[in-house]
């Protein structure tokens, strides 16, 4: 089945700086990549997603870049704003019936620091 | 809409207590899943299911079970609760088709003593 890595796990960054978050997945059939932030005691919430025909994808301050060879994509914060601190989960999966399933990586928590 | 929605959103449940995990979604979705979340694990989909009357297992099913009877309703069962199954537990939905944004309820935080 699919495998989803994420690194790393924590990252601390200066209010107004960018972050980056990347992750790996394992099977090339996957074409769904999601980014879900949560934060704390709160419900996951979508925040950007990218298919595979398409390479980036930005929405305002956030983007999110694929590498479909390489099978990684990153999650790209800029002007990062204290209310970005929360965890970012990255996750990968097909598109119907089964292959809708999507498998999560572990989560990064990412500290903007005021 | 209410969009997703769960109860409880906390219980205590003593080794070996059954109960129930009750998930609705007001949105029309064909397609629902179970996660359980622990700390630093990310979310492991425990089950999941297509349309009413279609289950199948996700990644951790073992010590659950589940229904769904109607498109709205896809509740998660707990027969024989133990420690490992302390955790916070997420219902989402999506619907088929091309609009792949999978929607998370509000989660219901268990703790088995």
């Known amino acids: 089945g699919e495998n989803v890595e994420q690194h790393p796990s924590t990252l601390s960054v200066q209010e107004g700086d960018s972050a980056v978050i990347k992750c790996t997945y394992s099977?090339?059939?996957?074409?769904?990549f999601p980014w879900y932030k949560q934060e704390l005691g709160k419900r996951p919430q979508l925040i950007i997603d990218i298919r595979s025909n398409v390479g980036e994808k930005k929405d305002q301050r956030i983007a999110v870049t694929l590498n479909k060879t390489a099978k990684h994509f990153s999650l790209h914060i800029t002007e990062t704003q204290p209310e970005d601190s929360a965890v970012y989960f990255c996750a990968a999966s097909g598109d119907t019936g089964a292959n809708s399933k999507l498998t999560f990586g572990k989560g990064i928590t990412l500290s903007v620091r005021p | 809409n209410a969009g997703v929605t769960q109860t409880p959103k906390f219980r205590i449940l003593k080794i070996g207590q059954s109960m129930t995990l009750q998930c609705t979604q007001d949105m029309n979705h064909n397609y629902m899943y179970w996660y359980r979340q622990d700390p630093g694990m990310g979310l492991k989909l425990i089950y999941y299911?297509?349309?009413?009357?279609?289950?199948d297992k996700g990644e951790v099913p073992n010590g659950y079970n589940v229904s769904r009877s109607t498109t709205e309703d896809f509740p998660l069962r707990l027969e024989l609760a133990a420690p490992s199954q302390t955790s916070v537990y997420f219902c989402a939905s999506r619907k088929p088709g091309q609009i792949y944004e999978q929607y998370f309820g509000p989660g219901t935080r268990l703790t088995v003593t």
């Open positions: 099977d090339s059939a996957s074409n769904y």
């Open positions: 299911s297509v349309g009413a009357g279609i289950t």
